[in-house]
């Protein structure tokens, strides 16, 4: 009975702390729920059209328009220009004053992950981010209302060569496949330096400690694995082949799920995104990129970058980094704030990214600062959060500027997006509201009503007052989601 009791107080609890985080819920079955216990009127169906109207338009691509209008027909930006033409029955937006800018593009994100590293093995390719996304986390919201309408869901750093990543839309409300980014191509995470080589991280007691343990020994397992991946596919290769003549009875290859996402990288089907700090290591990546002939997609934190700028945009890379975060571990040392101008004037397709919950919901300001430090311009500041990061994750063709034929994922400020006094009002992805700064103020005198009535519950109430002392929980979750973190959270510095 006081299992059950228990069970039923930390059902309680969790239903108490989501009821009093303020969100729009843009799934239609949610919404059906709500509006039966609250009484509320129907959500309207979402209009044929959308024209926000008078708007700063941040274009990212061809520079910034004034007073004018975004016409958004079937999920798409149907026209940009001024006094453009709407039906009848569109739904009208008044952007006097406000700025309308791309949807912000996050490329390293652990949001929405119920595990983020397998750390057993130091290759664990064949593990994907997919298979354990939460939609309901209240992150996602939060970094909606930030502006944010894109993620790469990427596994941690624990491995040489981890899991593969998942890129995503913040569709919040809708089930965990309506998140993924339709034609997104897929990637996979590499790491180097302390994090695969577990140096800050005791070995359990009675276990070996697990291979690698060096740099050289992060090295050699990566070029092992490609050696590995390189027979493998010259195995099907030859089977396929064999097929082709029209041979018969023959036996395929055995399949290896640890190889088959290495042999996509070997083929350019898939992407690789690296964490890396140390110049040394950067070079190191890309010669065995060379030596096996693939390409590195990012670099990912990528401190010293700045070390090895020609290096890199020689190679093809980009680098999706943070602007002035150092200092925290031995390998950050060396970071300066002028990483990100050095690589825009070298060529490389740079992005600033979070790694981070809590840093996703200002990645505007994150970009700001790369026109203090480097005296980027506005728009090269704003390609760091947009186009920069679509092109890194192979979608640029769809998001990461406003563009006619792109998809609607755009966000509503009150000021400019650069000022720390500005917030979003409203951010659209596919067309569809999933972030109103005004419906989420309404809701929440509703919210903090269903909370008090919540906390009358008796399991719900303190020991003093007549409820049950609810089993203390093993461990405490993490603020931050970060790459080396064993199960939860973490931190990647």
């Known amino acids: 009975m006081r299992i059950e009791m228990r069970r039923t107080t930390a059902l309680l609890l969790a239903l108490s702390i989501l009821s009093a985080t303020p969100f729009f819920r843009a799934g239609a079955q949610r919404s059906s729920n709500r509006q039966q216990r609250?009484?509320?009127?129907?959500?309207?169906?979402?209009?044929?059209?959308?024209?926000?109207r008078n708007a700063t338009i941040l274009t990212v691509s061809h520079g910034t328009l004034q007073n004018s209008d975004i016409l958004i027909r079937g999920g798409k930006i149907a026209a940009v220009g001024q006094n453009l033409k709407a039906s009848a029955n569109a739904r009208v937006i008044d952007g006097t004053g406000k700025y309308v800018m791309p949807g912000i593009i996050d490329c390293h994100s652990h949001s929405m992950l119920d595990a983020i590293n397998e750390s057993t093995y130091a290759v664990t390719s064949m593990v994907r981010t997919r298979d354990v996304l939460n939609p309901t986390d209240v992150d996602l919201y939060r970094e909606l209302a930030g502006g944010v309408t894109t993620l790469n869901i990427l596994h941690g750093s624990a491995n040489a060569i981890g899991g593969q990543n998942t890129v995503v839309k913040i569709k919040y409300g809708r089930p965990a496949e309506e998140f993924i980014f339709p034609g997104a191509p897929p990637g996979i995470k590499f790491a180097l330096g302390e994090n695969p080589k577990r140096t800050n991280f005791p070995t359990p007691a009675?276990?070996?400690?697990r291979y690698p343990a060096t740099r050289m020994g992060v090295e050699e397992v990566i070029r092992d694995a490609f050696t590995r991946a390189r027979d493998y596919k010259k195995l099907w290769d030859e089977y396929r082949a064999r097929l082709q003549?029209?041979?018969?009875?023959?036996?395929?290859?055995?399949?290896?799920l640890q190889l088959e996402p290495l042999v996509e990288v070997l083929e350019g089907k898939r992407f690789v995104h690296a964490h890396s700090y140390r110049a040394d290591e950067i070079l190191m990546l890309i010669q065995i990129a060379d030596d096996f002939g693939f390409k590195i997609r990012t670099f990912?934190?990528?401190?010293?970058?700045?070390?090895?700028?020609?290096?890199?945009?020689?190679?093809?890379?980009?680098?999706?980094i943070f602007i002035d975060n150092w200092a925290y571990k031995i390998e950050a040392y060396d970071a300066i704030p002028y990483n990100a101008a050095i690589l825009v004037r070298a060529g490389v397709n740079t992005s600033v990214n979070s790694d981070s919950n809590e840093r996703?919901?200002?990645?505007?300001?994150?970009?700001?600062?790369?026109?203090k430090y480097g005296d980027l311009s506005e728009d090269e500041a704003l390609k760091l959060i947009t186009l920069n990061p679509a092109w890194q994750l192979g979608i640029d063709s769809r998001v990461g500027s406003i563009d006619v034929g792109k998809d609607a994922d755009l966000c509503l400020w009150n000021g400019h997006p650069f000022s720390v006094y500005s917030r979003v009002e409203m951010t659209f992805i596919d067309g569809e509201v999933f972030f109103?700064?005004?419906?989420?103020?309404?809701?929440?005198?509703?919210?903090?009503?269903e909370r008090a009535t919540l906390e009358q519950a008796e399991p719900n109430r303190a020991p003093s007052s007549g409820g049950t002392s609810p089993s203390l929980p093993r461990g405490r979750r993490p603020a931050y989601g970060h790459d080396d973190d064993e199960l939860d959270g973490g931190n990647d510095q």
Do not use: C, F
């Open 436 to 449: 109103d700064r005004q419906q989420d103020l309404a809701r929440r005198a509703d919210l903090e009503r």
């Open 300 to 320: 990912q934190h990528a401190l010293e970058a700045y070390k090895v700028a020609r290096e890199i945009a020689r190679h093809g890379a980009g680098a999706s």
């Open 38 to 52: 609250t009484g509320e009127a129907p959500t309207p169906p979402a209009p044929a059209e959308t024209v926000i």
């Open 206 to 209: 009675g276990q070996p400690r």
């Open 245 to 256: 003549k029209g041979e018969k009875n023959l036996i395929p290859p055995r399949r290896d």
């Open 360 to 371: 996703a919901r200002r990645l505007n300001i994150e970009a700001a600062k790369a026109m």
